[in-house]
T-cell receptor, first 115, second 111 residues
Framework: GAVVSQHPSRVICKSGTSVKIECRSL??????MFWYRQFPKQSLMLMAT?????????EQGVEKDKFLINHASLTLSTLTVTSAHPEDSSFYIC???????????FGPGTRLLVL | GENVEQHPSTLSVQEGDSAVIKCTYS??????FPWYKQELGKRPQLIID?????GEKKDQRIAVTLNKTAKHFSLHITETQPEDSAVYFC??????????FGTGTRLKVLA
């Protein structure tokens, strides 16, 4: 089956620092990756859609200069939370798919805590 | 924008009973309709999905029914077990090429 990994699984950082989260598709080429954020007891909120080799498409209300997304290859996308603040503390999950309207495969998630 | 709602938001059933969760969406261009199960602190797991050219699909104790005209699809779990307790999300794939997650349903199966 398709496997997606995320690194790190959890991270604690100080307010004002930047944090990079990696999302990798291990055994397939992901033309599209999605980044979600999930606050406790809430649904997954789509932050952005990332296509290999092109700029990410951000959802309304998501600051593209704060959440930098890079999808440089068919197996790797990164999300960088710049100048993190306590309100950015959340569970960040990526998913990868190989085409439109296909099954998406989720990474295990990254729990970010900003102090 | 697209709107996806689930009902009920919480559901408690006795072990062995059936559970039904309904997902209503607004984008008529949606063409793929998955259901996910998420346990605390874990990633969502796909449990069943259906495409727009099919009205019903069943996989052992789990089934999904789709009414495209009314823009809703439902998850049916029969013979519920305690391990079915989790949060369930629908996530129709919209015409704008993205998945929009529903509001979630917390299912509790009482032993």
């Amino acid at each position: 089956g398709a496997v997606v990994s995320q690194h790190p699984s959890r991270v604690i950082c100080k307010s004002g620092t930047s944090v990079k989260i990696e999302c990798r598709s291990l055994d397939f080429q992901a033309t599209t990756m999605f980044w979600y954020r999930q606050f406790p007891k809430q649904s997954l909120m789509l932050m952005a859609t990332s296509n290999e080799g092109s700029k990410a498409t951000y959802e309304q209300g998501v600051e593209k200069d704060k959440f930098l997304i890079n999808h440089a290859s068919l197996t790797l996308s990164t999300l960088t939370v710049t100048s993190a603040h306590p309100e950015d503390s959340s569970f960040y999950i990526c998913s990868a798919g190989s085409g439109a309207a296909e099954t998406q495969y989720f990474g295990p998630g990254t729990r970010l805590l900003v102090l | 924008g697209e709107n996806v709602e689930q009902h009920p938001s919480t559901l408690s059933v006795q072990e062995g009973d059936s559970a039904v969760i309904k997902c209503t969406y607004s984008d008529s261009a949606s063409n793929y309709f998955p259901w996910y199960k998420q346990e605390l602190g874990k990633r969502p797991q796909l449990i069943i999905d259906i495409r727009s050219n099919v009205g019903e699909k069943k996989d052992q104790r789990i089934a999904v029914t789709l009414n495209k005209t009314a823009k809703h699809f439902s998850l049916h779990i029969t013979e519920t077990q305690p391990e079915d307790s989790a949060v369930y999300f629908c996530a129709p794939f919209s015409g704008t090429y993205k998945y929009i997650f529903g509001t979630g349903t917390r299912l509790k199966v009482l032993a």
